[in-house]
């Protein structure tokens, strides 16, 4: 399941299509055509290719009367470390190139620095001459968005510059600009954006801008709901595992057991609640906490 990080920046390109090519343009300087819109189309790229390829966003940017392609760029959000991509991009390029028989870009998005590097590395197709640099759009390329006027007039935008920087110390000033284009937002994107923009803050940004907003500000969209109740759910196993873990390295300790390094991140790593139980009842007989991590039954 993709997830909330990913959907979310999918949402935001899909809402605002020309975003795309504003950040080709404004955050790496690459050529754009004028272009009197830039539409959304279809993303399934299955038609010629034998099995399933569906690339994230695909914007075609249209000019003239005729709404002639002018460009068409594919958009792919990658917040991990994917072998299959440096595979699969040279091929929705080259299907989108054939399908809108316009030049194509891909720009990959993504909201960490290190998958930014590793996303940029030129892929080799093996056909001479042809070895393909995506566009990275990272977090040192998203623009920190604080002016009210600059937000109102792409909330996309301070929504991206939120997930990019909403950590870092401007974090609560594009809140606040935030804040000043919500209330142009339709309902729908009022609430999911608003979402967003708060789960990305820091805590310190966070509570001034729930200040600034009513009282007991919950998750208002259904689409954060649903990631927030898994993410809660998900917290609570956590939460359980770490207790287990805790009680296994207690009960070995108490023994007078030493417990070298690499038993203690083993048992701390673990979110497999029924090994940790196991663990538990070896805590109780063993001789050395070694033996711990032996395999046996209970």
């Not at 072998?83 to 316009?102: E, F, G, M, S």
């Not at 929504?159 to 919500?182: C, K, P, T």
């Not at 649903?226 to 207790?243: Q, V």
Request: charged letters at 25%.
């Amino acid at each position: 399941m993709p997830s909330v990080t990913h959907e979310a920046l999918v949402e935001l390109f899909k809402n605002r299509p020309r975003l795309a090519a504003e950040m080709l343009k404004d955050a790496l300087g690459q050529p754009v055509p004028a272009f009197t819109e830039a539409r959304v189309v279809s993303s399934d790229l299955t038609e010629i290719m034998p099995s399933d390829r569906r690339a994230d966003v695909i914007v075609v940017l249209l000019v003239g009367e005729q709404q002639r392609p002018a460009m068409a760029i594919v958009v792919e959000v990658q917040l991990g470390v994917d072998p299959d991509k440096p595979y699969v991009w040279p091929l929705y390029a080259i299907q989108t190139r054939a399908r809108h028989r316009c030049p194509t870009s891909l720009l990959v998005v993504t909201t960490d620095a290190a998958i930014a590097r590793w996303c940029a590395r030129p892929i080799d197709t093996g056909h001479p001459g042809w070895i393909m640099t995506p566009l990275v759009l990272g977090p040192e390329g998203v623009p920190v968005v604080t002016d009210a006027e600059q937000a109102k007039a792409a909330p996309e935008v301070v929504v991206l510059s939120a997930m990019a920087h909403g950590q870092e110390e401007a974090g609560e000033a594009i809140g606040v600009a935030f804040l000043a284009a919500a209330a142009g937002l339709d309902q729908e994107r009022r609430a999911l954006y608003g979402d967003l923009v708060l789960s990305s803050l820091n805590a310190a940004a966070r509570r001034t801008l729930e200040a600034m907003m009513k009282a007991g500000y919950e998750f208002q969209s259904e689409f954060a709901r649903s990631y927030a109740a898994k993410g809660r759910a998900e917290g609570r196993a956590e939460g359980r595992a770490e207790g287990k873990a805790q009680a296994v390295l207690a009960f070995l300790e108490a023994r007078g057991l030493e417990v070298p390094a690499e038993v203690r991140e083993r048992v701390l790593a673990s979110t497999d609640l029924a090994e940790l139980d196991r663990w538990i009842r070896r805590a109780a007989v063993i001789n050395d906490a070694r033996e711990l991590l032996a395999t046996s039954g209970s």
